[in-house]
T-cell receptor, first 111, second 112 residues
Framework: SQQGEEDPQALSIQEGENATMNCSYK?????LQWYRQNSGRGLVHLIL?????REKHSGRLRVTLDTSKKSSSLLITASRAADTASYFC???????????FGKGTRLSVIA | GAGVSQSPSNKVTEKGKDVELRCDPI?????LYWYRQSLGQGLEFLIY????????KSGLPSDRFSAERTGGSVSTLTIQRTQQEDSAVYLC??????????FGPGTRLTVL
């Protein structure tokens, strides 16, 4: 069963704009991860944030985590057409256990 | 280094046939996972191997699904008597000492 819900389900922006995607989850977690998927195939790991962290940066990506609200956000700054993909959040309850995914946000960046 | 590989990349089969999907994890990774992504759906956990421990099969949707991992490396997911609802992309992932899972490109299974 899905743990998380991404919001919005679909997002369309112009190149150069920022894109913000949100994720909510239901149970306590060890960490939360964001993945990107192009064309319905393999997932690429973007960033991991642990339950004791509030914010992380990686290049043009910024992730926040609010464990009190059981929510996370992914911000992509200065978006590019190549950022067009589906983005999923996934939670881990403990250790090396299976990821529990949300249904994803489909991002379209228009050149 | 080499990432996770999966074969075949595409498989078309007839209803009622058995299929085997293969996953080669990253060398040295002790954990291996199988997920399924159906059209328009999120990713669904199927089965998880960690070292020499008994696998976590809690996500397998029916007893037609089974998986094994030989020698702590390569894994095979077997679906017996395939049904049309088994059509999906089957994704394999592996992880080592960190919590990050590295995914293969997936196998797209179509059951006619």
């Amino acid at each position: 069963s899905q743990q998380g819900e991404e919001d919005p389900q679909a997002l369309s922006i112009q190149e150069g704009e920022n894109a913000t995607m949100n994720c909510s989850y239901k149970t306590s977690i060890n960490n939360l991860q964001w993945y990107r998927q192009n064309s319905g195939r393999g997932l690429v790991h973007l960033i991991l944030i642990r339950s004791n962290e509030r914010e992380k940066h990686s290049g043009r990506l910024r992730v926040t985590l609010d464990t009190s609200k059981k929510s996370s956000s992914l911000l992509i700054t200065a978006s590019r057409a190549a950022d067009t993909a589906s983005y999923f959040c996934a939670t881990v309850n403990s250790g090396n256990t299976p990821l529990v995914f949300g249904k994803g946000t489909r991002l379209s960046v228009i050149a | 280094g080499a990432g996770v590989s999966q074969s075949p990349s595409n498989k078309v089969t007839e209803k009622g046939k058995d299929v085997e999907l293969r996953c080669d994890p990253i060398s040295g990774h002790t954990a291996l996972y199988w997920y399924r992504q159906s059209l328009g759906q999120g990713l669904e956990f199927l089965i998880y191997f960690q070292g020499n421990s008994a696998p976590d099969k809690s996500g397998l949707p029916s007893d037609r699904f089974s998986a094994e991992r030989t020698g702590g490396s390569v894994s095979t997911l077997t679906i017996q008597r395939t049904q049309q609802e088994d059509s999906a992309v089957y994704l394999c992932a592996s992880s080592g000492n960190t919590d990050t899972q590295y995914f293969g490109p997936g196998t797209r299974l179509t059951v006619l």
